[in-house]
């Protein structure tokens, strides 16, 4: 059962640069988050969906592009990078069941470091 | 304007003594609270959740309280251990919107 997996893990990129995280879920879960964790603000949403072509903006969405094609996967793109979006990204999934009382499933993570 | 506050960054602890994390809201309309526990390099896990029409909840060593008068949750381990070092981050969701809101963060470092 691979759950939520994020990629890459690691990233370093310069000023400028387009990057994409890549969000990948085997439970088939109809919602999908994009988090950011920045030290001194706790996770931040960013974009969210509630099901494939369905997505809407979060509390921090200046700078990123997200898209849902597919069930399974809720890319994050940050089109010309910054130095500000250097942070740690994490996905998340979930179920209305589940979401109605908060609970969402997280991946590992992606930390990135815009130069 | 943060909704949900956790106003200690970090909190130290002897092994086998209570740890106490709080949080504060400011939002009447979460009827729902939650705590995740995050290890380094690691995503958050849910932990323990409460609703607002309870003010306890237990699930082995840990026990969240909700004041609501106060607008004000806490999550206490007992007894702790060092396993239990990680970030505990609160967060509250509401009805119309079930997209949790977080705070910031304390981080629990439990000494042997």
């Known amino acids: 059962d691979a759950g939520i997996t994020q990629s890459p893990r690691y990233k370093i990129t310069e000023t400028g640069r387009q990057v994409t995280l890549m969000c990948h879920q085997t439970?088939?879960?109809?919602?999908m988050f994009w988090y950011r964790q920045d030290l001194g603000h706790g996770l931040r949403l960013i974009y969210y969906?509630?099901?494939?072509?369905?997505?809407d903006k979060g509390e921090v969405p200046d700078g990123y592009v997200v898209s849902r094609s597919k069930t399974e996967n809720f890319p994050l793109t940050l089109e010309s990078a910054t130095r500000s979006q250097t942070s740690v990204y994490f996905c998340?999934?979930?179920?209305?069941?589940?979401?109605?009382?908060?609970?969402?499933?997280f991946g590992e993570g992606s930390r990135l470091t815009v130069l | 304007d943060q909704q949900v506050k956790q106003n200690s960054p970090s909190l130290s602890v002897q092994e086998g003594r209570i740890s106490i994390l709080n949080c504060d809201y400011t939002?009447?309309?979460?009827?729902?609270f939650l705590w995740y526990k995050k290890y380094p390099a690691e995503g958050p896990t849910f932990l323990i959740s409460?609703?607002?029409?309870?003010d306890k909840n237990e699930d082995g060593r840990f026990t969240v309280f909700l004041n609501k008068s106060a607008k004000h949750l806490s999550l206490h381990i007992v007894p702790s251990q060092p396993g239990d070092s990680a970030v505990y981050f609160c967060a509250a969701t509401s009805g119309g919107s079930y997209i949790p809101t977080f705070g910031r963060g304390t981080s629990l470092i439990v000494h042997p």
């Open positions: 969906s509630a099901a494939a072509d369905i997505t």
């Open positions: 998340a999934s979930s179920v209305p069941g589940r979401l109605n009382t908060g609970e969402l499933f």
């Open positions: 409460i609703s607002s029409i309870k």
């Open positions: 439970w088939s879960h109809s919602y």
């Open positions: 939002n009447s309309m979460f009827d729902y």
